[in-house]
């Protein structure tokens, strides 16, 4: 992030000065209201960080609460649980007939799926597995729609011991392939589809696609959800119903070290190859039901929860799938787009089922404004207590929008802020205790300890703006990059040292110690809530026969968080025109999938570099966003940069 946006991004936040205080019933109520819980976690967070691991069932006590040998740390030490356990088994006595998931097709078909229901399904899945030959430690790729399938074979896998590696079921063949071989996975479980604003998604195909390219893999389970015509290979290819449905319905669930690797899930990097990113067993399970039952204030009795994530991406593991379950939640799991078949089809949902939490992405609330209120105003939406928000910052008007015209104006709003890395949430409001303030995270959880430093690694102190940072582990942070420990300590330990974590992220401290989140500081993209990495873009373009070189940078969208700009110097033989731009854009689709698709293109006889050869990201972004130019004093060719200027004005892309 230029140093001038910073400024500037921190000028407009100081603009905003509207304040709520948690209404006084919902305090009466919390499960957490006394802002003594802060100093006390702050005073001893290893004690905080046990207790709230008491609420877990635990097989085998743990002797040590923390073990830090910086940048490494392992949690409850000689502890051992199962997560499937801790999701299913623990709750069947008293709730077996309680609801995990009011699941909603996007066709309209529904489920209802007790505790009991979902623990049977496990159960069965986890003995096809087994008999599949995977045992503890193998790694099984989940490339699915969002159906009841998706988290049972999470927590089948859990059940077994053998870490899961989910990949969002909108991500390409090639980023399929690429996963797979990186964990080396023995098993892939997939669909014939699924369903996406009425048209179904090819997911077989792309596995099918994938697969051949993976000598890991020796078996894939095919989900029947479309029921459409797909390839079949005998011997590999497996009908998951078929096997379901024959296996027994009993199924231990095996003992685990709270340190065993309970999964892995792939997040955009700046180097280009994704990032494995390892979550362990213990002290993910206590981050993130720790977080999901005082953040969203749970009362699993009353409360009807949706957090409307794509379970592919790391929310949904945490607050879809684990922190819910194990918190005996009942949750909305819808499969598809909130426009389908009309731009009210969330509210519709909200209403049929008393929803009364919901917890997503300010994309989508910017989304919704745009749509107008109109469509949140044909249905009673009163059953909503809670609102929370995630994925990146929310601008206070966005804020407002949420908490007014679907909130009734009267609901607290949770603004969130964590990572694939962290695992679970690390800087929230906490809805029975915080004054919020629209558009700040407001301060750390408890037991988390954050900060704002200069280059140096200096605080800032309040009122300044730098680097956010965390200055401890908490439980649910990941241990390491799968394959590649050296890669953890460089990307996320080598700016500030082995005890400070560095999440690539720029902050605001403000007079009251709120933070308030500046997004990111390197070249990920925040578009629509997933992290896309330049570089993975930039090398699906070059990947074209008619392309020479490539630049992305990410654009500010007021809808989408950024919109992608791709400045493309194609081939000499090659006419930089629409047809062009239009295959670039589908070639990249295909290559990674259509969430990395540029939505500007421009084509360039160059790109601005330093004469050392390496392209001026930074300055492509001043031309995307319409600035005046930072310093191009360094550049080797600064007169291409008129040339880029002024093609580049009234950026347009494509339609999605």
């Known amino acids: 992030m230029a140093e001038k946006d910073v400024e500037r991004t921190i000028e407009a936040l100081l603009e905003e000065r509207r304040t709520f205080d948690p209404p006084a019933e919902f305090a009466a109520q919390a499960n957490l209201n006394d802002a003594a819980v802060y100093t006390q976690a702050e005073k001893d967070a290893d004690a905080w960080w046990a ?36 999701c299913l088994d623990r709750h069947l006595d008293q709730n077996g007939d309680r609801v995990a998931y009011h699941w909603i097709g996007e066709p309209g078909e529904t489920r209802t799926i007790t505790y ?77 589809g699924g369903y996406r604003r009425g048209q179904v998604v090819p997911l077989k195909q792309n596995a099918d696609e994938a697969v051949a390219g993976c000598p890991s893999i020796d078996h894939v389970l095919v989900v029947k959800r479309t029921n459409e015509d797909v390839a079949w290979t005998d011997g590999r290819d497996l009908d998951y119903g078929e096997l379901v449905a024959a296996a027994g319905a009993d199924f231990p669930a095996h003992p685990m070290d709270a340190e065993d690797m309970l999964y892995i899930l792939y ?19 206590t981050g993130v039901s720790s977080t999901h039952r005082n953040i969203f204030d749970l009362k699993p009795e009353t409360d009807v929860y949706w957090c409307a994530a794509d379970i592919g991406w790391v929310t949904g593991h945490s607050y879809i799938v684990y922190g ?137 102190g309040r009122g300044g703006g730098g680097y ?28 500030y040292g082995n005890e400070t974590y560095f999440p690539g992220d720029g902050a605001k401290l403000d007079e009251d110690g709120y933070f308030w989140l500046l997004g990111r500081v390197d070249d990920v993209m925040n578009v629509a809530g997933h992290r896309i990495s330049t570089y993975e873009v930039e090398s699906a373009l070059v990947d074209h026969k008619g392309v020479a070189e490539a630049a992305v940078v990410g654009r500010k969208d007021p809808r989408e968080g950024e919109s ?46 330093t004469r050392s050869g390496k392209i001026m990201r930074r300055l492509l972004r001043d031309v995307a966003e319409g600035r005046e130019l930072g310093d191009v004093t360094t550049l080797q060719n600064a007169p291409i940069l008129d040339e880029i200027r002024t093609k580049a004005e009234g950026l347009t892309g494509g339609d999605e």
């Open 51 to 86: 207790a709230e691991a008491e609420h877990l069932d635990w097989f085998e006590p743990w002797e040590t609460v923390l073990e830090w040998t910086p940048p490494h740390h392992k949690w409850f030490i000689g502890g051992k649980l199962n997560a499937a356990h801790n």
């Open 116 to 192: 009991s229901d979902l623990h049977t399904e496990v159960c069965r899945l986890a003995n096809v597995l087994n008999d599949l030959g995977v045992r503890k430690g193998d790694r099984v790729a989940i490339y699915l729609p969002m159906i009841p399938e998706l988290p049972a074979a999470m927590l089948a896998c859990a059940r077994i011991g053998a870490p899961h590696s989910v990949v969002f079921g909108g991500f390409s063949a090639e980023s399929l392939r690429d996963r797979i071989n990186d964990a080396e996975c023995k098993v892939l479980i997939t669909a014939d």
């Open 267 to 285: 997040t955009s990097g700046t180097t280009g190859k994704p990032k494995g990113i390892v979550h362990t067993t213990g002290g993910y399970m």
């Open 324 to 460: 819910p379950l194990a918190n005996g939640a009942t949750s909305i799991l819808y499969e598809g787009a909130p426009d389908f078949p009309d731009k009210d089809r969330w509210w519709s949902i909200v209403e049929e089922y008393g929803v009364t939490i919901l917890y997503t992405a300010p994309t989508a609330i910017r989304t919704f404004m745009k749509w107008g209120t109109d469509y949140p105003g044909k249905h009673d939406l009163s059953s909503l207590r809670l609102l929370g928000t995630v994925g990146e910052p929310i601008n206070p008007e966005a804020w407002v929008w949420y908490q007014e015209f679907i909130g009734g104006g009267k609901t607290p709003v949770v603004d969130t802020w964590w990572q694939t890395e962290t695992g679970a949430i690390m800087i929230t409001p906490l809805p029975g205790i915080t004054k919020l303030k629209p558009g700040s995270g407001t301060t750390p959880y408890p037991g988390t300890f954050a900060d704002v430093v200069d280059e140096q690694g200096n605080s800032v």
């Open 468 to 495: 956010l940072v965390l200055k401890r582990p908490a439980p649910a942070m990941f241990r390491t990059i799968f394959g590649d420990d050296q890669r953890y300590r460089d990307t996320y330990f080598a700016k």
């Open 564 to 609: 992608i700009v791709a400045f493309v110097t194609p081939k000499a033989s090659v006419d930089g025109n629409d047809e062009l731009m239009r295959d670039l854009r589908e070639h990249v689709a295909r290559v990674i999938g259509k969430i990395a698709r540029p939505q500007s293109i421009v084509f360039t006889d160059d790109l601005p570099k």
